[in-house]
């Protein structure tokens, strides 16, 4: 990896990761098997105060959805140190696992074994600066690549350099358009009862805390979403409202599950479904059409996303015939039972619109049954969770902001509206050759080609209840990515032998950002460990 001719700078690192989670672990976990190969130079950039997993989601009895068994190393090098088996080991519990005789441990368990590997890895010489964001990156002088931090603890901004770069940064929280106004002004009185799914266990004691002390009960919140984020949330809140006295009257406190689909669906976690995660499946991902591609992620989809778990189905279930039984008991003997929280799934649900009442400090949405139409004005929520998901496209900013660098990859602010799609490196050759524009611009590599556009179900009295596919045309500034998930300079640029652009001596790689080229496990942890191996295999091969 070193060349050895960029001396003049005091620290060049030879790799710098953005983010510290899961995928740059294991990478780390890889290079350090490598270390007399390298000379070790290498940060990663985490903008937590220290080593976090998905914290906001770490709520008690959360199980993980996957085998141990792939977890940071095994199925890459399952004699590696960084195995959960050897986190067990460590911790003395390996036989008290066995014993429990399932595969998926807790994610508490699983967040503790990650911190635990991130802590191995440091004893090894990887540094990590913590509490620090990334804010910039650049090319340098000498075909190197600037990173700038932020110190988040006090705003001071650091700059490094670097020979390679991995972007690892994960999802950001997806929120539905209504609400994006309330999200995007923090200062306003309808943020404190706003809360995505990824901040839920740091935020919802204080929300409740306040609603409960400055409202009149019962309360209503609304979690919208279908999805796992979304049944965890709402059987936790039934929980936490149940130790809140719900008042006087015979209603007790609401949680309403707001729906999109007609019902959970459950996610398929079936033994031939399964294989569509395993690490060989990549190849035949990246090497299919885009079509093909397309294909494949609409077939699959209800593996992982709007999806949940069969067990987390049937134990909302559970609580939500439970709360019939004692409605029917109620009603039958006139008995005055103690409210209950009471969970309702409104399925079917569209938001055309959702305002804030600075008096009740409710939101207030409209809703509309897209199966029959029917529309509900009026309707108040104390608080809101959004349980939306995830996106996975903000990293490109930077890329687009850095300017000389972005250009390397065809990509730069003056075309910020046009979305970035990656596309196997092997498209570039039938691209380039259908290229009439100077192959140095910018914008040489905009395709036109007809591309799908969601657009959520409309409204209107005779819409169909279902979300619409539409094809436009759209234009959209490809990016080039490799097998070994580094990003390829444009074609105009002269490719050197190690794969880098001329005068561009840095190489990009990025992680858990490519599904749509490498196929489903990407945002997951099922090929997380064979992943590092790549990308190490990479950093280190100049051929
Ligand atoms: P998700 O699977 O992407 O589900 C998002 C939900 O939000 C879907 O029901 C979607 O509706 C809905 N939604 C998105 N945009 C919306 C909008 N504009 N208006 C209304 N509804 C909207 O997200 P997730 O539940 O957070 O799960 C993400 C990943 O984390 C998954 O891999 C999941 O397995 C994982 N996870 C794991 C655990 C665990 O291991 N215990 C816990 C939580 C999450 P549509 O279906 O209509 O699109």
Known sequence: MSTGTESTYPAVYDLIGIGFGPSNIAISGALVEKWTALSNRV??????????????????????????????????????????????????????????????????????????????????????????????????????????????????????????????????????????????????????????????????????????????????????????????????????????????????????????????????????????????????????????????????????????????????????????????????????????????????????????DTGSKKFVFTLQNVRTREVFENESYDAVVCATGYQRNSWTKMLRASDRLGKRFGIDDSASDIPIKLVPFAQRVADTANLDQPQDSPLSSVSSTPTSVVTTPPISPGAENVVKQESSPTEVVKLYITRNYRLLPMASTKTMQDGSAEGLKARIYIQGLEESTHGLSDTLLSVVSCRAGEVVDDLLNND
């Open 43 to 356: 940060l990663f950039i985490e903008k937590h105060p220290s080593f976090q997993w998905h914290p906001g989601m770490l709520l008690p009895g959360a199980q993980m959805q996957i085998s141990f068994m792939k977890d940071l190393a095994t199925l890459r090098s399952p004699q590696s140190p960084l195995t959960f088996v050897n986190y067990l080991h460590s911790q003395g519990r390996l036989s008290a696992f066995i014993n429990r005789g399932s595969l998926t441990p807790s994610r508490k368990e699983f967040a503790d074994y990650l911190g635990w590997a991130a802590r191995y890895v440091e004893a090894q010489g990887v540094n990590v600066n913590y509490g620090q964001e990334v804010v910039a990156i650049n090319e340098s002088m000498d075909g190197l690549i600037t990173v700038t931090s932020i110190t988040l603890a006090d705003g001071k901004l650091n700059s490094f350099i670097t020979r390679n770069l991995v972007v690892s940064p994960g999802g950001r929280a997806r929120i539905p358009n209504v609400v994006v106004p309330f999200i995007k002004e923090p200062s306003i009185v309808a943020r404190s009862t706003l809360l995505h799914s990824s901040e839920y266990k740091h935020r919802i004691g204080e929300l409740l805390e306040s609603i409960t002390s400055e409202r009149q009960r019962p309360l209503r919140i609304a979690v919208i979403g279908g999805g796992q984020s979304a049944a965890e949330v709402t059987m936790n809140l039934h929980g936490l409202l149940n130790d809140i006295p719900a008042g006087d009257g015979p209603i007790g406190h609401q949680v309403d599950m707001l729906l999109r689909k007609g019902s959970l669906k459950p996610s398929d976690d079936t033994p031939f479904s399964n294989e569509i995660f395993d690490p060989e499946v990549t190849n035949d991902w990246f090497s299919t059409s885009e079509q093909g591609r397309e294909r494949i992620m609409a077939e699959y989809k209800a593996t992982n996303y709007s999806v949940v778990n069969p067990r987390t189905i049937d134990a909302l279930y559970e609580i939500i015939y439970d709360q019939e039984v004692d409605e029917a008991i109620g009603a039958r003997d006139s008995t005055v039972f103690t409210p209950h929280p009471r969970i309702t799934i409104r399925s079917h649900m569209h938001i055309p619109s959702l305002k804030y």
